[in-house]
């Protein structure tokens, strides 16, 4: 009786089907590995952002002066912004010395004024801090959207949120 070395179809087919699925499953574990790496990637330069911005945001409210009858951090009446009073002078009193300063949310994009003039005046101008800023009345909504947060509340009061 003869020996057969060669292979049949059917082992043949058999063999590429399993070669096929070992290589899709190393696939899209790549595939998978790659879009958390980017994700996380992604999430770690929103982060990154955010810490700039409240830092900045935070140094300069830091300045601001007021008294319980004058606030020295208001909201633009559209609801888009916080201006606030600086003792430029550095008396520590309210005079017409101090200058405001101001943080506008203008399309996504956070935008800081150095001088803005007079209490509630919309500045033009001004020095982008940050193009992934996102402002909102509902903190739920459109989550879908990657970026900072910013919620700014009559009752003076700031809520930032951090989408990832």
């Known amino acids: 009786m003869k020996t057969q070395n060669g292979l049949t179809l059917l082992e043949l087919l058999i063999t590429l089907v399993m ?40 140094k300069n409210l830091s300045k601001a002066i007021g008294s319980l009858s004058d606030n020295p951090v208001r909201v633009y009446s559209d609801n888009r912004g916080i201006y606030f009073r600086v003792d430029s002078n550095a008396d520590g009193n309210v005079d017409v010395s101090d200058l405001w300063y101001a943080y506008r949310h203008i399309n996504n994009t956070l935008v800081y004024y150095s001088n803005v003039g007079s ?4 500045p033009s101008g001004g020095e982008i801090i940050s193009r992934r800023m996102v402002i909102t009345s509902d903190p739920n909504g459109d989550a879908a959207l990657m970026g900072v947060v910013f919620d700014f509340i009559k009752s003076n009061q700031i809520n930032v949120t951090v989408r990832t």
């Open 119 to 122: 209490a509630g005046t919309i």
């Open 19 to 58: 070669i096929a699925v070992v290589g899709l499953g190393i696939f899209s574990f790549d595939l998978f590995a790659r879009s958390q790496a980017i994700s996380a990637d992604r999430r770690s330069a929103v982060q990154n952002e955010a810490s700039i911005v409240l830092e900045h945001i935070a």
